[in-house]
């Protein structure tokens, strides 16, 4: 039985990774996204949150006593210490966990011809080695930043691997400039492509 074809989508902030994800859904494609991985183990795994007040204390709690994210990020963006002993507990679960759904997906009796995971800092964590392909979306920074909620600077800004290097190594890569009708034609041709 042939086994998925392992996908990841990468590239910067505001490219579009989600549309994209989404895309691939519609056509076809079993999908995750790390992000979506990391809110459910800061929301429900208690070590994980565990750990989290162990090193932040109480003042990542909401009023409700849950983890507030955007708390943890003011602590971890400015300090580059904090933010990789924050990825040093993530990353290994995020990856153990995605690589756990592509191994149940695999087994099903009719498996999926493709398996999608958005994984924004890809190169960054040497993640590729997992995959069979990657697709790469981009976009010019001024687009990019018109739709990001935030935007890195100072050093989580300068750990980032350009786009120009990611796309010298990516299967496919598509500048998410247009409307989203072109970024689902893409993923279509990608997907014949895959499934071929």
């Keep these: 039985m042939a086994r998925p074809v392992a996908v990841a989508i990468t590239g910067g902030i505001g490219a579009g990774k989600s549309e994209a994800l989404a895309a691939f859904a519609r056509h076809g494609a079993a999908t995750v996204s790390s992000d979506q991985i990391v809110h459910r183990l800061i929301r429900e795994d208690s070590r994980v949150r565990k750990a989290l007040l162990d090193r932040f204390g109480e003042r990542i709690l909401d009023e409700a006593g849950q983890i507030d994210r955007s708390a943890i990020a003011e602590i971890v963006f400015p300090d580059r210490p904090q933010l990789e002993w924050l990825e040093g507990l993530l990353h290994p679960l995020v990856v153990q966990e995605y690589l756990e759904w592509r191994e149940q997906l ?48 100072g050093p989580r800004e300068k750990r980032l691997i350009p786009d120009e290097d990611k796309a010298k190594r990516a299967d496919f890569i598509y500048v998410n400039d247009g409307p989203l009708e072109e970024l689902d034609a893409f993923v279509a041709r990608v997907m014949d492509e895959l499934k071929g």
């Design 106 to 153: 695999a087994d099903l009796p009719n498996p999926p011809p493709v398996t999608v995971t958005e994984v924004p800092l890809l190169y960054e964590v040497g993640g590729q080695e997992r995959f069979d392909k990657v697709v790469l979306v981009t976009a010019p920074k001024e687009v990019r930043q018109g739709r990001a909620k935030w935007w890195p600077v």
